[in-house]
């Protein structure tokens, strides 16, 4: 077991949102007018994917740690058809909007940190996944983590 593996799953969920939290309570309001366009479209892209994630992955399903919930099923219709982890892409849209219109480098570095946070989250979810779902493996060839045709 990696160093990694052996941090407790609440540990990085408090990671996580703290640091949405600093990139939330960070953010630069009102938004500068230059930076509407790509901000609104990154923002409008998270609440759509979030919602349609919703849809399809039902609540009982659904939980912020990565361990899975007692009776989960896997998913792999509607977002989860193209990517393993559209809310974890969500939370990264919502954010990464608030750092296009306020990129300063300590941002950009909070951005990557959670990025690195949802990879770990991700990778120890996959793993309960594997565990849980014999089709998990082939469903995981097949899908991108939390972009189409990048990663």
Known sequence: ???VQRVPSGVLVAVQFGLIL???GAARWPV???AWPPTLFLLALAVVLGVWTLGYNRLGNF???PELRRGARLITGGPYRHIRHPMYTSVLLGVGALVVADARPWRIALLVALL???ILKAAREEQYLRAAFPEYAAYAARTWRFVP???
């Open 116 to 118: 690195v946070v949802l």
């Open 63 to 65: 939980n912020i740690r």
């Open 32 to 34: 500068p007018q230059m």
């Open 149 to 151: 045709f990048v990663y």
């Open 22 to 24: 600093a990139l939330v």
């Open 1 to 3: 077991m990696s160093a």
